[in-house]
Nanobody, 110 residues
Framework: HVQLVESGGGSVQAGGSLRLSCAAS????????MSWFRQAPGKEREGVAI???????RYVDSVMGRFTISKDDAKNTLYLQMNSLKTDDTAVYFC?????WGQGTQVTVS
């Protein structure tokens, strides 16, 4: 079964950058479309970005031009590069397939 472990979260000032990583088991990244979701306090879980097995990506409008999703199949790692962070980006970030989820990594922007 699929196992996903997020890392790279932390605290950063508005305007700063973070890169999140998701270590995936086996051949997950070459088999499934992968997504980053986030859940902020008082809000429902929101899809942020998705990348398919061919490397094509899509983003929610609020992060377009600021976030970049990428993956390295050989390293079994999914990334989310987050630039120009805003306080509204504060959330727990999860990597996921359609049906499998990691535990999340906290991002706090102040």
């Amino acid at each position: 079964h699929v196992q996903l472990v997020e890392s790279g979260g932390g605290s950063v000032q508005a305007g700063g950058s973070l890169r999140l990583s998701c270590a995936a088991s086996g051949n997950t990244l070459s088999t499934y479309c992968m997504s980053w979701f986030r859940q902020a306090p008082g809000k429902e879980r929101e899809g942020v970005a998705i990348i398919d097995t061919d490397g094509r990506s899509r983003y929610v409008d609020s992060v377009m031009g600021r976030f970049t999703i990428s993956k390295d199949d050989a390293k079994n790692t999914l990334y989310l590069q987050m630039n120009s962070l805003k306080t509204d980006d504060t959330a727990v970030y999860f990597c996921a397939t359609l049906t499998y989820w990691g535990q999340g990594t906290q991002v706090t922007v102040s």
